[in-house]
């Protein structure tokens, strides 16, 4: 089945909840069993016996993002964040080497940086572009490897294939961010990386409303990561749960028009004045563009500028005016946004370009509306 069809089926068992098409929100702490028969049985399958264990809310989310992603088993936990922390700690301990890319998203860089350290993990940072260069980085004690393609501010795309054959050929786990993406446009464990992590958050959930995270993988994986999310207390908030999972009966719907609409504002900005150069994998001529072709089947409207020199106050007048695009980080919803990035915390590749870097999110709205919107935000650049 395609993923549009996937998309309207999974995770519904409608009649397990008397024929309701949307799985019901389950609120338990408790679990309550109907004798000590009953209980033994729990424990000895593994069923919860604790709210922190999920109800069939968790369950049918779960059962959807696993299947979407191509993977056995998802974990839900309560955001993105907590999905990338979870598939470190289920694999890395004292003594373990750990390599990440330079673009890698700035949470997941500070728990490497400050977390992981006092545990006695080391991490190096590699440009995110090496491929299968990794292989020189690697070291006795390289347990893991971390990808994110593209970089979520800077959108350098990784040679995935490349890098999970030097991984695999030195016994090392792969894990990946694959946000950016989403499960509709890349599936990390098909192109053979260990854990896919995904913030549902952003286009899963969809609405701005809702932070979940999860940890996919195969088989083989699974029991392992379920148990570092149980011990360290994660949880998936049941209403979070339905939220998110009636966000991705439109994620078919709304991934195109992300793309559609993200394209459009790139290209127009290729052709401005005010714009020294558009980050945008989808877009020919980007550096990563190749590699975002032959592994990705879209690119949603997430993507980046660099602006010409400019003046502060312009900037500042540009920025306010805007209506459409809302000054906000958390991307993924219906809405567009803009977000100038200040700092790029860089040790291996720091980008050759300067030029203030502002990233945008394309909604849904109108592309030709947006446009209008950005002209009108490049004449008051002007008028400062
Ligand atoms: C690439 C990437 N991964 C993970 C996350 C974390 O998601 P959350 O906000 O749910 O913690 C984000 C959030 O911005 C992100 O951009």
Known sequence: MKDETLLAQLGRRSHEHHG???????????????????????????????????TPTTFALEEAVAALEHGE?????????????????????????????????????????RRLRKLGVETSYYDPTIGAGIAALMRESTKLVFLESPGSLTFEMQDVPAIVAAAKARGCITVMDNTWASPFFFRPLDH???????????????????????????????RRLEATAGDFGHYAAPDECYQCLRGMRTLGVRMPRHQENGLALARW?????????????????????????????????????????????GFAAMIDGYRLFGLGASWGGYESLV????????SAAPPAEQGTLVRFHAGLEDAGDLIAELEAGFARLARA
């Open 20 to 54: 309701a098409v949307n799985p019901p929100v389950y609120r338990a702490s408790t679990i309550l069993f109907r004798g000590m028969a009953a209980r033994e049985e729990a424990v000895r399958n593994q069923a919860p016996t604790y709210g922190l264990g999920g």
């Open 73 to 113: 088993h998802a974990v839900a936990v309560g955001s993105g964040l907590a999905a990338v922390t979870v598939a470190l700690l289920a694999f890395l301990e004292q003594g373990d080497h750990l390599l990440m890319p330079d673009s890698v998203y700035g949470p997941s860089r500070s728990f490497a940086d």
């Open 192 to 222: 053979g990386v260990d854990v896919s992590v995904v913030a549902g958050t952003k286009f899963l959930a969809g609405h701005s409303d809702v932070l979940m995270g999860f940890v996919v993988s195969r088989a083989e994986h699974f």
């Open 269 to 313: 900005l290729a052709g401005r004045k005010e714009v020294s150069r558009v980050l945008h994998p989808a877009l020919p001529g980007d550096p990563g563009h190749d590699l975002w072709r032959r592994d990705y089947a879209g690119a949603p409207g997430l993507f980046s500028i660099r602006l010409a020199p400019h003046s502060e106050s």
């Open 339 to 346: 977000w100038p990035v200040r700092k790029l915390p860089r």
